[in-house]
């Protein structure tokens, strides 16, 4: 059974610094891997998705990237901003199944 | 192009009491799921549908949770009766069948179970 694990829990950090969150997964046979954002009290925004023959995908200040062999993928913010404050979740689409199996999400903070 | 549209956005009643939520996926997607998130947790799929056929419902309570998607557009999900452990929020998403099987979230539906 696949499962993700993203650490931190949550993760609180100055205006302007680069950060990353991790995204792990147990099952190397998916399809691909998205990071989404969540505002409270909203749904999920779709960020980067990375197809598992990729190694990485980049939209403005984020970059994710993603190495299947270790069950491992990584999110980085550059120049972070108080609007970027939200819930990221990572999310792998299990092959053949087409479903996400979610992380349960860092809570980011960007204080001002 | 419009997003996924759910009502209601709120929603509280008392346990045993029947509630349903309604998707209105995006114009042209296929595929229409529904995901159940607890407080602090990732969302988990319940239901997702192929047009108007239930491909994977492995994951819904079928003793008190029912879906439908009649004509292959809206959706609705059901539940009855409602317990203190079904407060959550419910995401419906949709997308097109095929590579790279993209999903587009609607807003949810918070639901309060007093």
């Known amino acids: 059974k696949q499962e993700v694990t993203q650490i931190p829990a949550a993760l609180s950090v100055p205006e302007g610094e680069n950060l990353v969150l991790n995204c792990s997964f147990t099952?190397?046979?998916?399809?691909?891997l998205q990071w989404f954002r969540q505002d409270p009290g909203k749904g999920l925004t779709s960020l980067l998705l990375?197809?598992?023959?990729?190694r990485e995908q980049t939209s403005g200040r984020l970059n994710a990237s993603l190495d299947k062999s270790s069950g491992r993928s990584t999110l980085y913010i550059a120049a972070s901003q108080p609007g970027d404050s939200a819930t990221y979740l990572c999310a792998v689409e299990v092959q053949g199944a087409q479903k996400l199996v979610f992380g349960q999400g860092t809570r980011l903070t960007i204080n001002p | 192009e419009a997003g996924v549209v759910q009502s209601p956005r709120y929603k509280i009643i008392e346990k045993k009491q029947p509630v349903a939520f309604w998707c209105n996926p995006i114009?042209?997607?296929?595929?229409l799921y529904w995901y159940l998130q607890n407080l602090g947790q990732g969302p988990e799929l319940l239901i997702r549908?192929?047009?108007?056929?239930?491909?994977?419902d492995s994951q819904l309570p079928k003793d008190r949770f029912s879906a439908e998607r009649l004509k292959g557009v809206d959706s609705t999900l059901k539940i009855q009766p409602a317990e203190l452990g079904d407060s959550a929020v419910y995401l419906c998403?949709?997308?097109?069948?095929?590579?790279?099987?993209?999903?587009?979230f609607g807003p949810g539906t918070r639901l309060t179970v007093t």
């Open positions: 099952d190397s046979a998916i399809y691909n």
């Open positions: 998403a949709s997308g097109k069948t095929g590579a790279p099987y993209e999903q587009y």
């Open positions: 990375i197809q598992s023959s990729q």
């Open positions: 114009s042209g997607h296929n595929t």
């Open positions: 549908y192929e047009n108007e056929e239930a491909v994977d």
